[in-house]
């Protein structure tokens, strides 16, 4: 399953909302009726933290500006409130089909 | 604590293997699976394999099939990654990450800090 992230950057203003897409080749829904869609944050020289997983349930100890939507093929990762620790690469990642899969990425700056 | 420990970087010669370990504390090691992700220099994120310590089983990317070998050991509750034939492009952190072995945990929720590897003449 191929997963497509947009933007691949985004250069977003403190204080402001971000948004990343994640497009998969094909339906994340699996027949147990959940679907395996994750997201993944990666902050410079670290490794990839848990966001967000089955597509909107935050992870413990995430803020409440991170939340995620989508269904199908379709998903979005939105941060509320973009603050400076947010700075890093966002991955979104399926574990629906075999093999997992990840998006390209989406690197978020802050402008 | 909960955390995996990844064992230490690594600098190989091409056409040799390396072993990398990954020890889990904290939780029950049979509760979860033992993925492998690796990142080149400046790219994301790919998935390797991984081991369901429960099962003895292991999984394998079409990409690495033949080069790659994932065992556990539940007595340590270390997971291990061979991967053989090294050239250069293997050169990337390799990541050990645990995924619940139930369906509804089938997320990447612990990340060890990673392993660098570098293959070079």
């Known amino acids: 399953v191929v997963m497509t992230q947009t933007p691949l950057s985004s250069s977003v203003t403190l204080g402001q909302p971000a948004s990343i897409s994640c497009r998969s080749s094909?339906?994340?829904?699996?027949?147990?009726?959940?679907?395996?869609l994750s997201w993944l944050q990666q902050r410079p020289g670290q490794p990839p933290s848990l966001l967000i997983y089955?597509?909107?349930k935050r992870f413990s100890g995430v803020p409440d500006r991170f939340s995620g939507s989508g269904a199908g093929t379709n998903f979005t990762l939105r941060i509320s409130r973009v603050e400076a620790e947010d700075v890093g690469v966002y991955y979104c990642?399926?574990?629906?089909?075999?093999?997992?899969?990840f998006g390209q990425g989406t690197k978020l700056e802050i402008k | 604590q909960v955390q995996l420990v990844q064992s230490g970087a690594e600098v190989k010669k091409p056409g040799s293997s390396v072993n990398v370990s990954c020890k889990a504390s904290?939780?029950?090691?049979?509760?979860?699976?033992f993925n492998w992700v690796r990142q080149a220099p400046g790219q994301g994120l790919e998935w390797m394999g991984r081991?369901?310590?429960?099962?003895?089983?292991?999984n394998y990317a079409q990409n690495f099939q033949g080069r790659v070998t994932i065992t556990a050991d539940k007595s340590t509750s270390t997971a291990y990654m061979i991967l053989s034939s090294l050239r250069s492009e293997d050169t990337a952190v390799y990541y050990c990450?645990?995924?619940?072995?139930?369906?509804?945990?089938?997320?990447?929720?612990?990340w060890g800090r990673g392993t660098p590897i570098t293959v070079s003449s």
């Open positions: 081991i369901i310590p429960i099962l003895g089983q292991a």
């Open positions: 094909q339906s994340l829904a699996h027949i147990d009726g959940n679907t395996y």
């Open positions: 904290g939780d029950t090691f049979t509760d979860y699976t």
């Open positions: 990642t399926q574990a629906t089909h075999f093999p997992n899969t």
């Open positions: 089955r597509v909107s």
């Open positions: 990450a645990r995924a619940g072995v139930a369906s509804t945990h089938w997320y990447f929720d612990l």
